[in-house]
């Protein structure tokens, strides 16, 4: 089955800098790569995805690139704010594979 | 629009104690699942169910069952619970399975002991 792997498991960050988190995968097939935030003691809310068909996504101030060669995915967070702090989960399936496979999570934390 | 919801909030059970997690959407989606959290584990599914009616093992199946009697409800059964169960259960929901956006409940945080 799939496995989804994302390092660095946690990221420390000033505020105003970038973060990036990146993910692999090992299903050639996967197609859907969602990231999932979850603030400490909330549920999971997704913040973007990206498919196949296209390299790369952004909405606002977040970014996903995708590297289908390479098989790997990355959550691109720029001008960072403490509201960023979270947990964040990516995520990867195939169509008609009725499972979607979450990394372990990556605590990044943005410090004032 | 509640979205998913899930009851209870927190439960602390005896091993061997049986219990019923219930989680009802509003958004008339096809596909529910169940999830468990556990530290440094991630999200792994448990059961899912594609539409009213039908239900499917998932990633981590054993010790738990699951009903899908109505489209809106999804309930999750622990026969007899042991402490490996102790965990943070998520219900989730999607309109066009795993390709697409999962709505998550709020969790359960279940204790057993």
């Known amino acids: 089955g799939e496995n989804v792997e994302q390092h660095p498991s946690t990221l420390s960050v000033q505020e105003g800098d970038s973060a990036v988190i990146k993910c692999t995968y090992s299903?050639?097939?996967?197609?859907?790569f969602p990231w999932y935030k979850q603030e400490l003691g909330k549920r999971p809310q997704l913040i973007i995805d990206?498919?196949?068909?296209?390299g790369e996504k952004k909405d606002q101030r977040i970014a996903v690139t995708l590297n289908k060669t390479a098989k790997h995915f990355s959550l691109h967070i720029t001008e960072t704010q403490p509201e960023d702090s979270a947990v964040y989960f990516c995520?990867?399936?195939?169509?008609?594979?009725?499972?979607?496979?979450f990394g372990k999570g990556n605590q990044v934390v943005v410090i004032p | 629009n509640a979205g998913v919801t899930q009851t209870p909030k927190f439960r602390v059970l005896k091993t061997g104690q049986s219990m019923t997690l219930l989680c009802a959407q509003d958004?008339?989606?096809?596909?529910m699942y169940w999830y468990r959290q556990d530290p440094g584990m991630g999200l792994r599914l448990i059961h899912y169910?594609?539409?009213?009616?039908?239900?499917a093992k998932g990633e981590v199946p054993d010790g738990y069952n699951v009903s899908r009697l109505k489209k809106q409800n999804f309930l999750l059964g622990l026969e007899s619970a042991a402490p490996s169960q102790t965990s943070v259960y998520f219900c989730?929901?999607?309109?066009?399975?795993?390709?697409?956006?999962?709505?998550f409940g709020q969790g359960t945080r279940l204790t057993v002991v």
């Open positions: 958004m008339n989606h096809e596909y």
């Open positions: 169910s594609v539409g009213e009616g039908t239900t």
């Open positions: 989730a929901s999607s309109w066009g399975g795993m390709n697409t956006e999962a709505f």
């Open positions: 299903d050639s097939a996967s197609n859907y």
């Open positions: 995520a990867a399936s195939s169509y008609g594979n009725n499972r979607l496979a």
């Open positions: 990206i498919r196949s068909n296209v």
